[in-house]
């Protein structure tokens, strides 16, 4: 499985951006695929979620504390493609952020942890100017 992330860049303080994260390799239908981001000198940390439940719904959707409201996650499983819509960007926001898949069922309370996922991306910068 190949993931391949896209759509950072330099934006400034209350702007858009959406990061795309396109899937190749095998059948992602199932796959719980996420964003996680990193910024410098700091570990890398979740961000959002979409889990597979026995559906796709936009319910299955999990994000941290520090971009709820503002961020938002979806998927299109014809293009095999996860998306990052962010709106309301911080200069916190910035770092690199990385799409990631896990081919199993998470629950809740793991979709934070980085080794659930087995699948990741190169990363894309998304930097925020004040």
């Known amino acids: 499985v190949q993931l391949q992330a896209s759509g950072g860049g330099l934006v400034q303080a209350g702007g858009s951006l959406r990061l795309s994260c396109a899937v190749s390799?095998?059948?992602?239908?199932?796959?719980?695929t996420g964003w996680f981001r990193q910024a410098p000198g700091k570990e890398r940390e979740f961000v959002a979620v979409?889990?597979?439940?026995?559906?796709?719904?936009?319910?299955?959707?999990y994000y941290a504390d520090a971009v709820k409201g503002r961020f938002t996650i979806s998927r299109d499983n014809a293009k095999n493609t996860v998306y990052l819509q962010m709106n309301s960007l911080k200069p916190e926001d910035t770092a690199v952020y990385y799409c990631a898949a896990a081919p199993v069922y998470l629950p809740v309370t793991v979709v934070h942890v980085i080794e659930k996922y087995d699948y990741w991306g190169q990363g894309t910068l998304v930097t925020v100017s004040s």
């Open positions: 390799g095998r059948t992602f239908s199932r796959y719980a």
């Open positions: 979409v889990v597979w439940n026995g559906y796709w719904s936009s319910r299955n959707t």
